[in-house]
């Protein structure tokens, strides 16, 4: 699989992300998750976790890796999904809102290592179910697993952590998942 230099550094947030929660205690941490209804109709989760509610405990995490200013509420390009009828989409929010219900998720996150834009923040507020997480509470769960495991680790900032990270240490395939 050839990735592109932005495709890199956005898989070695997804690793980064998949260790952090792995690390924090989350219970079947997984990377690059593809849940299936048939071949053409599916969605492709970042990360996702599993947690102690008995009913229904899956998240799922989109990662929006920013190497520059802060992230947009713009969707990068027109979404269209192959024969598949869908309300319209048009920013990032409404997309993780449609991909939390496609794969019936208790609760989704929308995460970057940067700031989002104040649109963002103002879009998750319309939905109950989506948590969003900037560096600053990135920095906060950083420092709880470094007080969980630091004595295993020299600290370093989020951005040196991720560009540190070997990707030919890592499967990069997806995960299946059909319903």
């Given at each position: 699989m050839e990735l592109?230099?932005?495709?890199?550094?956005?898989?070695?947030?997804?690793?980064?992300?998949e260790k952090l929660f792995s690390d924090l205690w989350y219970p079947k941490v997984r990377r690059n998750v593809e849940y299936h209804y048939s071949?053409?109709?599916?969605?492709q989760v970042d990360v996702e976790y599993r947690t102690l509610n008995p009913f229904n405990p899956?998240?799922?995490?989109?990662a929006k890796y920013s190497s520059g200013g802060n992230v947009r509420a713009e969707l990068r390009e027109e979404k269209k999904?192959?024969?598949?009828r869908i309300r319209t989409i048009d920013n990032i929010v409404?997309?993780?809102?449609?991909?939390?219900?496609?794969?019936?998720?208790r609760k989704a996150v929308l995460v970057t290592n940067r700031l989002f834009a104040?649109?963002?923040y103002e879009e998750a507020k319309k939905y109950d179910k989506i948590e969003v997480y900037d560096h600053i509470?990135?920095?906060?769960?950083?420092k709880k697993r470094e007080q969980m495991w630091g004595f295993l680790f020299r600290r370093k900032s989020i951005d040196e952590q991720i560009l540190a990270i070997d990707l030919r240490k890592y499967d990069l395939?997806?995960?299946?998942h059909y319903f």
């Open positions: 592109t230099p932005e495709k890199v550094v956005g898989t070695k947030f997804e690793v980064w992300l071949r053409y109709v599916y969605r899956l998240v799922i995490v989109e999904k192959h024969k598949q409404n997309e993780l809102e449609e991909r939390r219900q496609f794969v019936k998720a104040k649109e963002v509470y990135l920095e906060e769960l950083d395939g997806p995960h299946i």
